[in-house]
């Protein structure tokens, strides 16, 4: 009886420790605690989290099936944003292809910065604005994907000024409307993430800070991860090949691990 009782005890506790959700106070002994005495020891009350991120198609050589996309979208006219290093390399020579394939009509603009200031952005906003684009396509890093979402956002808001959507308080923080444009994003690194975010980070130069503008409108609304398209530059670019590390380098002081 002594040995089930340890047991029974043991199980608890490493249940008690495992889990904080309170769908899950239900204890080995078979009652419900109460929220209240099941957190009392806990020193968090962090137990969950969400995921809210754009469509993701994932697969070798699926960036052939953009142009497809971008047709069934419905676009007649497509604002095509690209990194100036990739003009002649094979993902946007790719995505071109499958443009030209099913016949849609695009503008692109190559002026990117690689990292992006609220210079860079107002000249990409300024070509979004010249015409009337009802869908936007990035092909790149996180630089060209957040240059577009700044595109899209300003262009479908014309009468905005820059800092209007810009995070406080460095900007005014307006809410951000869902009038957005749809956005297919094609990355070309792995380690931004930018193609499943609402986010789009520049320097904004006259304080010398790097802020954005956050918005669930931002998302595009797919992203086409074509695992080739990383794997070529690093054979083209064999320096691109380190570039992840870079990412698993940065450390925050106040970063809550997951």
Not at 65 to 88: F, R, S, Y
Not at 107 to 135: H, L, N, V, Y
Not at 172 to 181: A, T
């Given at each position: 009886?002594?040995?089930?009782l340890?047991?029974?005890?043991?199980?608890?506790?490493v249940?008690?420790?495992?889990?904080r959700?309170p769908?899950?106070?239900l204890?080995?002994?078979?009652?419900r605690?109460?929220?209240?005495s099941h957190?009392a020891?806990?020193?968090?009350?962090d137990?969950?989290?969400?995921?809210a991120?754009?469509n993701?198609r994932?697969?070798?050589?699926?960036?052939?099936?953009v142009?497809?996309d971008?047709?069934?979208?419905?676009?007649?006219?497509?604002?095509?944003m690209?990194?100036?290093?990739?003009?002649?390399?094979?993902p946007?020579?790719?995505?071109?292809?499958?443009l030209?394939?099913?016949?849609?009509?695009?503008?692109?603009?190559?002026g990117?910065?690689?990292?992006?200031t609220d210079?860079?952005?107002r000249?990409a906003?300024?070509?979004?604005?010249?015409?009337k684009?009802?869908?936007?396509?990035a092909?790149?890093?996180?630089?060209?994907?957040?240059?577009?979402?700044?595109?899209?956002l300003?262009?479908?808001?014309?009468?905005?000024e820059f800092?209007?959507?810009?995070?406080?308080p460095?900007?005014?923080g307006?809410?951000?409307?869902?009038?957005?444009k749809?956005?297919?994003?094609?990355?070309?690194?792995a380690?931004?993430?930018?193609?499943t975010t609402g986010?789009?980070?520049f320097?904004?130069m006259p304080?010398?800070?790097?802020?954005?503008?956050?918005?669930r409108?931002?998302?595009?609304t797919l992203?086409?991860?074509?695992p080739?398209q990383s794997s070529?530059l690093i054979?083209?670019?064999?320096?691109?090949g380190?570039s992840?590390l870079?990412?698993?380098?940065?450390?925050?002081?106040?970063?809550n691990?997951?």
């Amino acid at each position: 009886m002594a040995n089930s009782l340890r047991a029974v005890n043991l199980v608890s506790a490493v249940s008690r420790a495992s889990c904080r959700c309170p769908a899950h106070a239900l204890s080995v002994t078979g009652f419900r605690e109460t929220h209240d005495s099941h957190h009392a020891s806990q020193p968090s009350t962090d137990y969950a989290f969400e995921m809210a991120c754009s469509n993701i198609r994932y697969g070798p050589g699926v960036t052939k099936e953009v142009g497809m996309d971008i047709k069934n979208l419905g676009a007649t006219n497509v604002c095509l944003m690209v990194d100036p290093n990739l003009v002649n390399l094979p993902p946007v020579q790719e995505t071109l292809s499958s443009l030209h394939k099913h016949n849609v009509k695009y503008s692109m603009f190559s002026g990117i910065s690689i990292e992006p200031t609220d210079d860079s952005f107002r000249r990409a906003i300024e070509f979004a604005r010249k015409e009337k684009f009802d869908a936007f396509l990035a092909v790149g890093g996180g630089s060209t994907m957040d240059t577009c979402k700044a595109a899209n956002l300003y262009s479908s808001n014309p009468d905005r000024e820059f800092l209007d959507f810009v995070n406080a308080p460095i900007g005014k923080g307006i809410p951000i409307p869902s009038n957005l444009k749809p956005l297919v994003a094609v990355p070309t690194t792995a380690g931004t993430g930018s193609e499943t975010t609402g986010v789009a980070i520049f320097d904004y130069m006259p304080l010398k800070a790097k802020t954005g503008i956050a918005h669930r409108s931002l998302r595009p609304t797919l992203g086409i991860v074509d695992p080739l398209q990383s794997s070529q530059l690093i054979l083209l670019k064999p320096r691109s090949g380190v570039s992840g590390l870079r990412k698993r380098s940065h450390w925050e002081r106040d970063t809550n691990t997951v």
